[in-house]
């Protein structure tokens, strides 16, 4: 690696953990320049702290709803850089994968293989773009919500309606509370705004739980905390951390002294509202 690169992945881990120079450049030397292993070895070390900035951001792109019916869907299509997101062509070469996404109901092979407007399939007009452009395309990920509930959106950072850099849909159990449409549209918000991982805690991988967990042991352990003492305050940790990526126990944004079951509990004068599933999507989060 170039001394060039080697000094913008120093300067990337710096970003992401607010850590300083030389210890960034050690983490990425011990771990062959692996940005997310570094950042695991600097939150080993108690270096660094878990935060919402360490989701690792290296592409660009838009993300885009599309609603008929009262059915819902979601995709993302990344570009390289912002300035390709806000070209025309992307554009609209994006709205038109957001209808097919919706008709295939969010089967992305299908969608790929859809012929578009010109006669063309997605795959093939993709090629075309990247030609054009002269930048790296992908169609990411995507997702589809039937009417088998009532589905809300929210588009974050928004270029036109219904396309942005972060998206949010809920589906809730049908109900007839004249406050649903309101409840439906700020849990949507909140989703796009807190990033939760699941609903509760049976929703959460188990692996993404015994990584958290090995991660707090290690750091407790680097700490010079006695073994007793670890297993008490891991235990605790653990559960701080399902109580911030769960969305029913999370602190309610609009009310910080409330949690979102309790706002769902005292919303409602029909009958409690229940969460059936969602989806955030931001932009080249993860990549």
Same mark, same amino acid.
């Given at each position: 690696m170039s001394k060039s690169e080697n000094l913008k992945n120093i300067k990337t881990l710096r970003e992401m953990t607010g850590v300083g120079f030389k210890d960034c450049k050690l983490a990425l030397d011990e771990n062959n320049n692996n940005i997310e292993k570094a950042v695991e070895f600097l939150r080993k070390k108690g270096i660094a702290k878990a935060s919402k900035k360490m989701s690792r951001t290296a592409a660009d792109g838009l993300v885009l709803i599309y609603e008929k019916n009262q059915m819902i869907s979601a995709i993302e299509v990344n570009s390289e850089t912002d300035f390709v997101a806000k070209n025309k062509d992307f554009i609209l070469f994006c709205k038109e994968v957001s209808e097919i996404n919706f008709e #295939?109901? *969010?089967?992305?092979?299908?969608?790929k293989s859809s012929k578009m407007n010109n006669g063309k399939t997605v795959d093939e007009n993709l090629v075309t773009l990247i030609s054009?452009?002269?930048?790296?395309?992908?169609?990411?990920?995507?997702?589809?919500?039937?009417?088998?509930?009532?589905?809300?959106?929210?588009?974050?950072?928004? +270029? /036109?309606?219904?396309?942005?850099? +972060?998206?949010?849909?809920?589906?809730?159990?049908?109900?007839?509370?004249?406050?649903?449409? &309101?409840?439906?549209?700020?849990? *949507?918000?909140?989703? *796009?705004?807190?990033?939760?991982? *699941?609903?509760?805690?049976?929703?959460?991988?188990?692996?993404?739980?015994?990584? /958290?967990?090995e991660i707090i042991? /290690?750091?407790? #352990?680097?700490?010079?905390?006695?073994?007793?003492?670890?297993? $008490?305050?891991?235990?605790? $940790?653990?559960?701080?951390?399902?109580? &911030?990526?769960?969305?029913?126990?999370?602190?309610?944004?609009?009310?910080?002294?409330? $949690? +979102?079951?309790d706002f769902l509990k005292t919303s409602s004068d029909k009958q409690s509202v229940k969460v059936l599933d969602f989806i955030r999507f931001k932009v080249g989060e993860g990549v």
């Open positions: #295939k109901k *969010a089967d992305i092979e299908k969608v054009k452009i002269g930048e790296k395309i992908t169609i990411r990920r995507s997702k589809y919500f039937d009417d088998t509930g009532q589905n809300f959106s929210y588009v974050h950072n928004t +270029v /036109e309606k219904n396309i942005g850099k +972060v998206i949010s849909i809920i589906k809730l159990e049908k109900n007839n509370s004249e406050q649903i449409l &309101d409840i439906g549209k700020k849990l *949507a918000m909140h989703v *796009a705004a807190s990033a939760p991982i *699941a609903i509760d805690e049976n929703g959460i991988n188990k692996k993404i739980l015994d990584k /958290e967990l042991k /290690e750091e407790l #352990k680097n700490s010079g905390k006695k073994d007793e003492m670890i297993e $008490k305050i891991s235990i605790g $940790k653990l559960k701080k951390f399902i109580s &911030d990526n769960t969305l029913l126990n999370q602190v309610w944004i609009m009310d910080p002294k409330k $949690k +979102v079951k």
